[in-house]
């Protein structure tokens, strides 16, 4: 945890993977620095599983549950370049970016720093990636609404089974592996829901966006259909949600990724909180912002379930329903960029490890990848024991 943090220091600038380029037969990247770096990792692996000096390095990674030094390095490049490509556009680097990603596609110099190259392995537009700006919250608008999240499972069943609200909106998230992901919001008057009071957004395919992300959408979809009643509002209104992170991220706004989809939630519900003002400022309406249990057998959670199944199957309500904001497609979210990318990773470290020799020898003994019977059961053994496991 001391030593990566230093080594990964900048390696946006220093380091390039080494990949196949079509001009050249030989791999191209820093090369001389990621054998040094294989083998200061393969005296770190050796004192972590106390293995012999003879065991083979990709065993002592799979024992150990780390990646390769390459793919670590490869990882630590891409998540820098995505970082690049989030700041907002007045910050002085962002055109920058932009200028470093069309130069990487036609190049105009034979001499291309790291970022190009980057640019060039990954293509990663910066302009199709979402801005994460600092956080600069108004009091205000986070006084439009509480917060409340039950201690268990149980208490948000019993609370919402006593919800007395004139308004109760339900809102939920899916995701289909076959189609993308759904976020849907359906209103609710007195027990009854409103039939034309439903709303379904499809995001595109699931290694564009999150489930934050699709959570944050469903709830601005909730705050949508509050803003179309808001000239029928009564005094107690509540809005569901099963996701506690986002719930959490709306009260407590971060620099971080799906920032841009709850401040949009923030300025809804400000605008529906200000329709409903007395002459001294106070608020004549409370919402609240509730989490309740998926998979409960409640009425609105599953109904509002069904909706982002459907809507995650590319079934979307129409255009002029939906907020303007969800009009145009939604731009990549970086945190599912980077869960796609580290599968990407693992998958190539597991094509590796089956066209090692050693997989033939110890798939008998362990088939599940990366040796997770072993990391399993180590929890339970003492060092000595684990390490003379590897040893044998």
């Not at 590796?352 to 997770?372: A, E, G, L, R, T």
């Amino acid at each position: 945890m001391v030593a990566l943090p230093r080594i990964l220091y900048g390696i946006d600038i220093w380091y390039t993977p080494p990949h196949e380029t079509p001009e050249k037969k030989r791999r191209k990247g820093t090369v001389g620095p990621l054998k040094k770096l294989e083998r200061a990792q393969r005296i770190a692996m050796l004192a972590i599983n106390s293995g012999l000096r003879t065991t083979p390095t990709d065993l002592l990674d799979l024992h150990a549950n780390l990646f390769p030094i390459d793919l670590t390095l490869e990882k630590a490049c891409y998540h820098a370049l995505v970082r690049l490509c989030t700041l907002p556009q007045t910050h002085p680097l962002s055109d920058i970016a932009c200028a470093y990603y069309a130069n990487s596609l036609t190049p105009k110099t034979s001499h291309l720093t790291n970022l190009h190259n980057l640019f060039r392995l990954y293509k990663i537009n910066p302009q199709d990636v979402e801005n994460i700006e600092p956080v600069s919250s108004i009091p205000e608008r986070l006084n439009t609404f509480e917060k409340d999240i039950a201690e268990t499972r149980n208490d948000s069943i019993i609370q919402e089974f006593l919800d007395d609200a004139d308004i109760s909106i339900y809102t939920d998230g899916s995701k289909i592996d076959t189609e993308g992901v759904g976020a849907s919001a359906v209103i609710f008057k007195k027990g009854h829901v409103l039939l034309s009071s439903k709303l379904r957004y499809h995001l595109r395919h699931k290694s564009q966006h999150s489930s934050n992300e699709v959570e944050a959408v469903s709830l601005l979809l909730g705050a949508h259909l509050l803003y179309q009643e808001r000239n029928n509002l009564r005094s107690k209104i509540i809005i569901y949600s099963d996701n506690q992170g986002v719930i959490r991220s709306v009260a407590k706004p971060r620099a971080k990724s799906s920032q841009f989809i709850l401040k949009e939630f923030l300025t809804l519900m400000e605008e529906t909180s200000n329709e409903h003002k007395a002459r001294d400022g106070t608020n004549l309406t409370s919402i609240k912002i509730s989490w309740i249990s998926a998979h409960s057998d409640i009425q609105g959670n599953e109904m509002a379930d069904g909706e982002a199944k459907l809507a995650a199957m590319s079934k979307t309500s129409m255009t002029d329903a939906l907020p303007h904001f969800l009009c145009q497609p939604l731009p990549k979210n970086t945190s599912a960029m980077k869960q796609e990318f580290h599968k990407r990773l693992k998958d190539r470290w597991k094509t590796w490890w089956k066209n090692s020799p050693c997989h033939d020898k110890f798939s008998h003994i362990d088939d599940q990848f990366p040796m997770s019977n072993f990391n399993k059961a180590k929890d339970n053994l003492t060092r000595k024991q684990a390490s003379l496991i590897v040893q044998i």
